[in-house]
């Protein structure tokens, strides 16, 4: 039985900056963790579920969730002298003082990603992902700092609230599962190098969407349903709606998980900076490939230098930028890829 704290002293080496930074901001995340658990477990017993009436800074409708497990884990990582700031749907916090000024790291965040679906008793799930700052050490730093390619990460992980609560994490050095025992109230080693395998026959994506998708996305989900022993076709569709959920599923077995452009979301849904990229950089580390159907996630710059020299660009608005997200096995992706590429070419 190995906790993660016993775990990150053990592999020292992984982390590039320091054991004990990482051990510190690892165990604010799950104490955040914790937290999130224990009232989503009770949250039929609650007043805690539904929308509390506020909507976030894209005009989505906040559930009650949301908020409490953004405030937990944003108190849980304030209380840290390594976290200068975090990051998430609910906007930039720049922590105050001079701890703040002094500490090295900052956190993204999607609290609690699948929020709708905990009123239905779905699982959901919590992603983080630390970069260390752009700002010089004894200055405040400013939302530029949230806005790096993903390849700059220097750990991310999830945390799935299913049938048990698991933590996920990466720090470029394999990924790595641990089960929480709620009788110890710690998080255990249970998967160690997780890595997919090398073929997966699990397509993850919502069909309700089909007449919207664009023609490669639409022959890439009839090549998945056609018979083909040789490459064990048809695959099975497995969507459950929530992306850490899917993802964790697919990560294990192997699989693909598609959110492409729609017409409601020309650019996808998915957040590229606190939800594809802690994903992307989970993925590579397993051995699996994270694109928005050209180009891999991690080497999206969120703010490019001609973004960078228009004023008139506020860098607020860019932490939400969406993107399409193609990400599980390798070849699964790349296949997917293959046919996006042949019918732009067969555009007329
Ligand atoms: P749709 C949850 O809102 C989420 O961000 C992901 O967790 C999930 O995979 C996706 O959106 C579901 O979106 O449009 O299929 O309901």
Do not use: W
């Amino acid at each position: 039985m190995q906790t993660l704290g016993e775990f990150i002293v053990k592999k020292e080496h992984d982390f590039p900056h320091a054991t004990g930074e990482l051990t510190a901001l690892l165990s604010a995340i799950k104490l955040g963790a914790k937290i999130i658990n224990r009232d989503i477990n009770k949250a039929g017993l609650l007043d805690i579920l539904g929308a509390n009436g506020v909507t976030n800074a894209q005009g989505e409708a906040q559930t009650k969730l949301d908020k409490f497990a953004n405030d937990a884990l944003k108190a849980a990582l304030e209380a840290r002298t390594e976290v200068a700031g975090i990051a998430s749907e609910e906007g930039i916090v720049i922590f105050k003082g001079e701890k703040a000024k002094n500490a090295k790291y900052i956190v993204l965040m999607d609290p609690l990603d699948g929020s709708s679906n905990i009123d239905v008793n779905v699982s959901v799930g919590t992603i983080f992902s630390i970069y260390r700052r752009t700002t010089a050490i004894g200055l405040p730093i400013t939302e530029a700092d949230f806005l790096q390619p993903g390849r700059a990460q220097i750990a991310a992980g999830y945390i799935v609230y299913g049938s048990s609560t698991m933590l996920v994490y990466t720090t470029g050095c394999g990924v790595h599962a641990f089960t929480y025992d709620p009788s110890l109230g710690e998080f255990c080693l249970s998967h160690e190098k997780v890595r997919y395998p090398t073929q997966g026959h699990i397509y993850s994506i919502n069909e309700g969407n089909y007449i919207k998708f664009p023609l490669g996305i639409k022959e890439y989900i009839k090549y998945c349903q056609q018979e083909d022993e040789a490459t064990g076709r048809p695959y099975s569709s497995r969507y459950i709606g929530s992306l850490v959920a899917d993802f964790h599923r697919n990560l294990l077995k192997g699989g693909i998980y598609m959110y492409p452009g729609t017409a409601s979301y020309p650019q996808g849904k998915l957040r590229l900076l606190y939800e594809c990229n802690p994903m992307a950089f989970l993925a590579e580390e397993a051995g699996g490939k994270a694109t928005d159907g050209t180009r891999l996630i991690l080497d999206i710059d969120p703010y490019p230098n001609e973004l960078r020299q228009d004023l008139k660009i506020d860098p607020k608005k860019l932490l939400h930028q969406r993107s399409p997200l193609f990400i599980g096995s390798q070849s699964m992706v790349e296949k997917v890829e293959q046919l996006i590429a042949e019918s732009s070419k067969n555009i007329f």
